[in-house]
């Protein structure tokens, strides 16, 4: 933490006692006591208090946690322009105005910045970024909301959880078509971020916590404006992407659907807005894709039916993953075809042969987009299909290598130096422009796996 956020939380907690907070108040002072923690999350409220739920986000241990992990996100300024360290100066002296607004319910929110991030399908997929101040304080909230709300999710719900993640669902997903359910009822929400309603994710929040402040303080981050090209519009329904409590207020809406689905026994996994239903017929998936529809407009929400369906399990894509059927029946998982797309589209872009980028860039590049790729898809039962990419790959290195060396002479000198055969050197260096065929083949016994390990290059296989 930065000696600017101490300073501001130090003053803000001794003024708290200036003003007749008690001394020994389990939501005051570190001293009388360490709070219930939460994995993953941070500090919470003390298991046997009775304060509100506000001023248990206000203490000074949780925010220091909650600076921590905002800190820790890094991120891009909010519409006020200010980045980490000049938030946490204007917090020296603001700080303790902003808690008793807070506390007050005076406190309101800026509005959110909006950035597009473009989607590998040439769509794109709207941010709302808070300012940092905003983010502390949502971070904050969910550090107190998260241990108290998460017990009551489904278990069948995986995303934006503690000590659960989307290799979970794929896991579930293909426990359940291995035990013979090989129908899936595949739900996507369309726009889902964008169509949240307010009055009924404010009505289920309110059936989980009684704490008015806080209720209060959602509200207000919900009807946040958002700022686009200077300009703030207001936001009657949605929450959108890039805050805190966002995902934790989906699972809130999403339960409800979650529960329906339990209270019927069937085997589903959802992680996010992304829901898949498994059942042993088309007849049967048709029935819950039936209960989906009835159940999601009742929450005003609306099914993207040209991406839900109810098919084969074996046909369908879930979180990037597919399922398939090796020896013995046994069901097994796959990086899905649109997902392996996206990937080789990506590492053309970061191999092309043009840019002007030292072979040192080129491999820093890589190694940083695929170290968290494989780490996503390294549950994939496919070690052939890793084997061919990791070819590829270097094969497009390859020939980044013999164009940066250019000139047929340099070729020869560079190869031998690299311990090549005379008629090896020879050879490649009279097919000096010949990029792509020349990098194969007598290319591969000089510019070896064990060069490219050395240079750093992350292997698939």
């Known amino acids: 933490m930065s000696k600017a956020m101490r300073q501001m939380l130090e003053r803000s907690g001794r003024e708290g006692v200036a003003r007749g907070e008690a001394a020994c108040d389990s939501f005051s002072d570190e001293a009388c006591g360490p709070p219930f923690e939460h994995q993953g999350t941070g500090s919470a409220m003390s298991k046997g208090?009775?304060?509100?739920?506000?001023?248990?986000?206000?203490?000074?241990?949780?925010?220091?946690?909650?600076?921590?992990?905002?800190?820790?996100?890094?991120?891009?300024?909010?519409?006020d322009g200010l980045d980490i360290e000049q938030?946490?100066?204007?917090?020296?002296?603001?700080?303790?105005?902003?808690?008793?607004?807070?506390?007050?319910?005076?406190?309101?929110?800026?509005?959110?910045?909006?950035?597009?991030?473009?989607?590998?399908?040439?769509?794109?997929?709207?941010?709302?970024?808070?300012?940092?101040?905003?983010?502390?304080?949502?971070?904050?909230?969910?550090?107190?909301?998260?241990?108290?709300?998460?017990?009551?999710?489904?278990?069948?719900s995986h995303g934006f959880r503690p000590g659960r993640r989307a290799h979970d669902a794929v896991k579930a997903a293909r426990a359940y078509v291995q035990s013979g359910k090989r129908v899936v009822v595949d739900v996507d929400l369309a726009q889902f971020f964008d169509r949240v309603n307010h009055d009924i994710l404010i009505d289920r929040l309110q059936r989980r916590i009684e704490d008015a402040g806080v209720i209060r303080l959602i509200r207000a981050y919900l009807?946040?404006?958002?700022?686009?090209?200077?300009?703030?519009?207001?936001?009657?329904?949605?929450?959108?992407?890039?805050?805190?409590l966002s995902p934790l207020l989906a699972n809130v809406l999403l339960d409800e659907v979650d529960k329906a689905l339990e209270a019927r026994g069937y085997s589903f996994?959802?992680?996010?807005?992304?829901?898949?239903?498994?059942?042993?017929?088309?007849?049967?998936?048709?029935?819950?894709?039936?209960?989906?529809?009835?159940?999601?407009?009742?929450?005003?929400?609306?099914?993207?039916?040209?991406?839900?369906?109810v098919a084969g399990a074996f046909g369908r894509k879930f979180l990037g993953y597919a399922l398939w059927m090796a020896k013995g029946r046994e069901v097994k998982c796959k990086v899905a075809d649109k997902a392996l797309g996206d990937f080789k589209a990506r590492i053309r872009k970061l191999t092309r042969r043009s840019g002007g980028r030292?072979?040192?860039?080129?491999?820093?590049?890589?190694?940083?987009?695929?170290?968290?790729?494989?780490?996503y898809f390294g549950m994939a039962q496919t070690p052939g299909v890793w084997r061919e990419l990791d070819e590829w790959m270097r094969h497009r290195l390859r020939a980044i290598q013999l164009?940066?060396?250019?000139?047929?002479?340099?070729?020869?000198?560079?190869?031998?130096?690299?311990?090549?055969?005379?008629?090896?050197?020879?050879?490649?260096?009279?097919?000096?422009?010949?990029?792509?065929?020349?990098?194969?083949?007598?290319?591969?016994?000089?510019?070896?796996?064990?060069?490219?390990?050395?240079?750093?290059v992350p292997r698939l296989s």
């Open 87 to 156: 938030t946490a100066q204007g917090l020296r002296t603001r700080w303790p105005n902003i808690r008793q607004a807070l506390l007050a319910g005076r406190y309101r929110p800026q509005s959110v910045r909006r950035v597009m991030i473009p989607k590998p399908d040439g769509s794109q997929r709207e941010l709302g970024i808070p300012t940092v101040l905003d983010r502390l304080i949502q971070q904050a909230l969910l550090q107190v909301l998260q241990p108290l709300i998460d017990s009551t999710f489904s278990v069948h």
């Open 358 to 375: 030292s072979m040192e860039q080129v491999v820093e590049k890589l190694r940083s987009y695929m170290r968290g790729w494989k780490a």
């Open 49 to 79: 208090s009775t304060g509100g739920l506000l001023e248990a986000a206000l203490t000074r241990q949780n925010l220091q946690a909650a600076w921590k992990r905002v800190k820790a996100n890094k991120g891009a300024a909010g519409v």
């Open 403 to 456: 164009k940066h060396w250019k000139r047929a002479q340099k070729i020869y000198r560079e190869l031998k130096a690299l311990g090549a055969k005379e008629n090896v050197a020879r050879r490649v260096a009279a097919n000096s422009r010949r990029w792509w065929r020349n990098s194969d083949r007598l290319l591969k016994t000089v510019l070896t796996i064990a060069y490219f390990d050395r240079l750093g």
């Open 223 to 244: 009807n946040a404006g958002i700022m686009d090209g200077g300009v703030v519009s207001e936001r009657h329904m949605g929450t959108p992407q890039g805050g805190p």
């Open 269 to 309: 996994a959802r992680y996010a807005d992304d829901c898949n239903v498994y059942v042993g017929s088309i007849k049967a998936g048709e029935r819950v894709m039936a209960l989906l529809r009835r159940r999601y407009a009742g929450l005003k929400l609306q099914i993207n039916e040209a991406k839900s369906a």
